[in-house]
T-cell receptor, first 113, second 114 residues
Framework: DQQVKQNSPSLSVQEGRISILNCDYT??????FLWYKKYPAEGPTFLIS?????DKNEDGRFTVFLNKSAKHLSLHIVPSQPGDSAVYFC????????????FGTGTRLKVLA | NAGVTQTPKFRVLKTGQSMTLLCAQD?????MYWYRQDPGMGLRLIHY???????AKGEVPDGYNVSRLKKQNFLLGLESAAPSQTSVYFC?????????????FGPGTRLTVT
C-alpha cells in the first residue's frame, strides 16, 4: 500500500525551462510534506517543505504547491539548471508525534544543457 | 561538525553472516532513523528511535535489530544476512523545529549479500 506516490520515474527538461515534479498521497492524516534531493552515492538532502495550513511555499527557484482536496503536491523549479539533475523524493508525515516520514519512490530529473 | 556519518561505506556479506552498521550524529538530535533504498521502492523505514534507550519498528523491520545506547549513535544489526537484504542503507537524524522534523541523512552504506 503505497501511501505516497510519484508516478513519473523520470523527467527531462531543457536548461532554463520549468521542471514540475508531482506527488500524490492517499492518507488524509498527513499534514506536513517535504521534498528531498539526492545525488548518486550521497544521502538525500532537504530541499523545501510545506505544512497543510498553506497551499504554497517558495524558496528561491523552488516552489512547492499543495492541493489538499486532490491530495496532490508539486515541486516547481524555475529556471532549471544542469546542477538540478538528481533524484527527487517527496515525503509526508503526521506532525502529531509519530516522528516518521513516508517517502515516495522518487523521480529522476535530468536537466539538459 | 560532521553531521551524520555511517560506517562502513561498503560491505559484502555471505548469506548467514552477521554485521552491524554504525550511525553517528554530532548535532545532538533526539530522533534517529534507519532506512533502506531499493530500486523502484524509494526509502523505506526499518527502525527508528525517539531518544536514548528507545527504539521502534518502522515499515520493514524483519531481519534487523537496532540499539540506541548513546544519544549520538544508532546501530543497525543483521543477525543472519539474506540476499533480500542487499540494499543501500541510510541513517538519518532529526529534531523538532516548529511543526517539522527535518531529517539529515548520512551518505549511505551499500551492502551486498551473496
Amino acid at each position: 500500500d503505497q501511501q505516497v506516490k510519484q508516478n513519473s520515474p523520470s523527467l527531462s527538461v531543457q536548461e532554463g525551462r520549468i521542471s514540475i515534479l508531482n506527488c500524490d498521497y492517499t492518507n488524509s492524516m498527513f499534514d506536513y510534506f517535504l521534498w528531498y534531493k539526492k545525488y548518486p552515492a550521497e544521502g538525500p538532502t532537504f530541499l523545501i517543505s510545506i505544512s497543510s495550513i498553506k497551499d504554497k511555499n517558495e524558496d528561491g527557484r523552488f516552489t512547492v504547491f499543495l492541493n489538499k482536496s486532490a491530495k496532490h503536491l508539486s515541486l516547481h523549479i524555475v529556471p532549471s539548471q544542469p546542477g538540478d539533475s538528481a533524484v527527487y523524493f517527496c515525503a509526508a508525515s503526521w506532525t502529531s508525534g509519530t516522528y516518521k516520514y513516508i517517502f515516495g519512490t522518487g523521480t529522476r530529473l535530468k536537466v539538459l544543457a | 561538525n560532521a553531521g551524520v556519518t555511517q560506517t562502513p561505506k561498503f560491505r559484502v556479506l555471505k548469506t548467514g553472516q552477521s554485521m552491524t552498521l554504525l550511525c553517528a550524529q554530532d548535532m545532538n538530535h533526539e530522533y534517529m532513523y534507519w532506512y533502506r533504498q531499493d530500486p523502484g521502492m524509494g526509502l523505506r523505514l526499518i527502525h527508528y528511535s525517539v531518544g536514548e534507550g528507545t527504539t521502534a519498528k518502522g515499515e520493514v523491520p524483519d531481519g534487523y535489530n537496532v540499539s540506541r545506547l548513546k544519544k549520538q549513535n544508532f546501530l543497525l544489526g543483521l543477525e543472519s544476512a539474506a540476499p533480500s537484504q542487499t540494499s543501500v542503507y541510510f541513517c538519518a537524524s532529526s529534531y523538532r523545529k516548529g511543526l517539522s522534523y527535518e531529517q539529515y541523512f548520512g551518505p549511505g552504506t551499500r551492502l551486498t549479500v551473496t
